[in-house]
């Protein structure tokens, strides 16, 4: 009998209460009557238990009776799971795609809750990108990976599937899921959730922003010889100066050239960077608001500065990335939309699907990067285009689309603008009773941004608001939306995920600036922009990992073309990344 898809079990599982391990599940699919087994196994399991164990289904079922079937990898049984089919291809920034997973007619038939159409009508094998130019592969880490922009993505723009070029095929992997829950180390830090202190007042604002310069300012000190706004008025005039300052204008004069004026405890002092210096060409990624330490000479009068030099806080050229220790392996995803027409409700379930095949064995943390659902109110007319128009109801039924990921699975979820929270930034995460509703895998929850550290890999997760307005500031070669990664490149620079306040990002004032980058991330996963992205920043690996929401009428109307479907995939233990394609 062909096996039983992995996720239509687990699915039937959580319809009785239960979660269940890999091994559990395996086991019920290899039987030879899935459904009886199924059923024993759940009446034999004891009410207080919300987890179905390998130990559970093995007594139940008293291994090697009637229901039973033999293992087809260690005993040759002909229910053996066939080869795999691998191939690749090079997309124009030179990525290899390959397609090939045990998970192809599992997922096929998980994704579908009526009888599967005809194979022809839709492939379900998720599709495999790796960075073959050395962009974020083992091979090669590139500091300016421009060129290895996401290839999904300019396939996606062009309306075409990524190119396929065909390898061979390779026997499946028969790796077991790690369920060893000691193996495991997850922790959680920068997260404000129930610890707000902005009341909206003057001093909250002026709290943050002094929060925000000293702690950046450290970074920079280390650079410059720094003198203070006042010391640098009472100068007599000429000579070499330098300056640590947030920036509180950015004007251009008659002639050309660039006026800044930088503020810091003590005052505002204004340093100009003329037209025909090498380092004009960074006042096209100057925000307002953020940090930055300068050096160059002073006027006779001593009323100005001439810059000669200008740096961001950055990420030193010397960042060594932590690893893990073992093989082990997280997904990163974002922007699910759980409620909208356009959800791809059979991708997910293609993707939920795959993750209990031994392809991804080794895959223990799922990171999701914000909006779990489309929400309610959220932009013009949106009602039009909800499938679930009531906000708890939306989050129900993600919470059921959690059941089909696999139980053994560590879920950590931050919210998004979508989300039912604040819409200022930092969010904190979800209340308690939207966490009661979200109690699939007991997923943890934080505020947007956190930092989350999996077995000594710091990753931070920040929805990605900002984004948007890194965009529209800068020229299409520093930062744009079929390169998300390059504005995620500059957010690393400034050593802050949204330092521009009164923009298009929304900035609630807190004691601590929680937007700011303390310590240097080994990942950086981002969301909100509906693109996929990724490439090397001196050794971190910035990930905008695309959507599960097809394209909307309002996407539309703003030229958004959305990468749908996508799984980026990291192997902690070395830092190379894979994304699969399940759309």
């Given at each position: 009998m062909p096996q039983e898809a992995p996720a239509r079990i687990a699915r039937e599982l959580a319809s009785h209460g239960y979660t269940a391990d890999r091994e559990a599940i395996t086991l019920l699919a290899r039987a030879d009557d899935t459904a009886t087994a199924l059923l024993v196994a759940v009446e034999a399991t004891p009410d207080d238990a919300l987890k179905l164990t390998a130990d559970d289904v093995r007594a139940a079922l008293?291994?090697?009776?009637?229901?039973?079937?033999?293992?087809?990898?260690?005993?040759?049984?002909?229910g053996a799971s066939p080869d795999d089919p691998e191939t690749t291809t090079s997309s124009a920034s030179s990525g290899a795609v390959s397609d090939g997973s045990d998970a192809g007619e599992q997922a096929q038939e998980a994704s579908q809750p009526e009888p599967v159409p005809d194979a022809a009508d839709d492939d379900p094998s998720p599709v495999e990108t790796e960075d073959g130019s050395g962009g974020v592969g083992q091979s090669g880490r590139n500091e300016h990976p421009s060129s290895s922009a996401a290839e999904p993505a300019t396939a996606a723009e062009s309306g075409g599937e990524p190119p396929v070029e065909t390898e061979g095929s390779s026997e499946a992997s028969t790796r077991e899921r790690n369920t060893d829950q000691s193996l495991r180390d997850l922790d959680i830090g920068n997260d404000m959730t129930g610890r707000?202190?902005?009341?909206?007042?003057?001093?909250?604002?002026?709290?943050?922003?002094?929060?925000?310069?000293?702690?950046?300012?450290?970074?920079?000190?280390?650079?410059?010889?720094?003198?203070?706004?006042?010391?640098?008025?009472?100068?007599?005039?000429?000579?070499?100066?330098?300056?640590?300052?947030?920036?509180?204008?950015?004007?251009?004069?008659?002639?050309?050239?660039?006026?800044?004026?930088?503020?810091?405890?003590?005052?505002?002092?204004?340093?100009?960077?003329?037209?025909?210096?090498?380092?004009?060409?960074?006042?096209?990624?100057?925000l307002y608001d953020e940090v930055v330490a300068v050096e160059g000479t002073l006027s006779d009068d001593g009323s100005i500065m001439f810059v000669d030099d200008l740096y961001f806080p950055d990420v030193p050229r010397t960042h060594e990335p932590s690893t893990a220790d073992r093989h082990v392996e997280a997904a990163l995803i974002s922007d699910v939309h759980v409620g909208s027409q356009e959800f791809m409700a059979d991708a997910w379930e293609r993707f939920a699907a795959w993750l209990h095949t031994d392809e991804a064995a080794n895959?223990?943390?799922?990171?999701?990067?914000?909006?779990?659902?489309?929400?309610?109110?959220?932009?013009?007319?949106?009602?039009?285009?909800?499938?679930?128009?009531?906000?708890?109801?939306?989050?129900?039924?993600?919470?059921?689309?959690?059941?089909?990921v696999p139980g053994d699975i560590e879920i950590v979820m931050i919210p998004g603008n979508h989300d039912a929270v604040r819409l200022a930034e930092p969010q904190p995460g979800f209340d308690e009773e939207l966490r009661s509703i979200m109690t699939a895998h007991d997923a943890q929850i934080a505020s947007n941004p956190a930092v989350v550290t999996l077995e000594g890999v710091s990753v931070l997760m920040y929805h990605g608001v900002s984004l948007d307005e890194v965009i529209a500031e800068m020229p299409d070669a520093k930062a744009s939306y079929d390169d998300p990664h390059l504005a995620m490149f500059q957010l690393l620079k400034k050593r802050h995920v949204a330092p521009q306040f009164g923009g298009h990002t929304r900035l609630a004032p807190e004691q601590q600036d929680y937007l700011v980058m303390d310590e240097v991330p080994d990942i950086f996963h981002t969301g909100h922009v509906h693109k996929l992205g990724w490439g090397q920043y001196r050794n971190v690996l910035a990930v905008n990992s695309g959507c599960w929401q097809a394209q909307t009428d309002f996407q539309k109307s703003v030229n958004i073309d959305p990468d749908a479907g996508f799984a980026p995939v990291v192997d902690l233990g070395s830092l190379d990344m894979t994304v699969h394609k399940f759309s």
């Open positions: 008293d291994e090697g009776g009637p229901t039973a079937r033999r293992d087809p990898i260690s005993e040759g049984d002909d707000s202190t902005g009341t909206g007042e003057y001093d909250d604002f002026v709290a943050t922003f002094r929060d925000r310069y000293e702690r950046l300012s450290k970074t920079l000190k280390g650079r410059v010889n720094h003198r203070n706004a006042s010391a640098l008025e009472a100068s007599p005039g000429g000579g070499e100066a330098e300056m640590v300052g947030m920036v509180s204008d950015i004007r251009s004069t008659a002639s050309g050239h660039w006026l800044i004026e930088l503020e810091d405890t003590t005052g505002v002092f204004p340093c100009m960077i003329l037209k025909d210096r090498d380092i004009a060409g960074l006042v096209d990624e100057l895959i223990e943390y799922l990171l999701i990067a914000g909006d779990m659902v489309e929400g309610v109110g959220v932009y013009p007319d949106q009602d039009e285009e909800l499938d679930i128009v009531d906000i708890f109801d939306q989050y129900e039924q993600f919470s059921e689309r959690l059941k089909s």
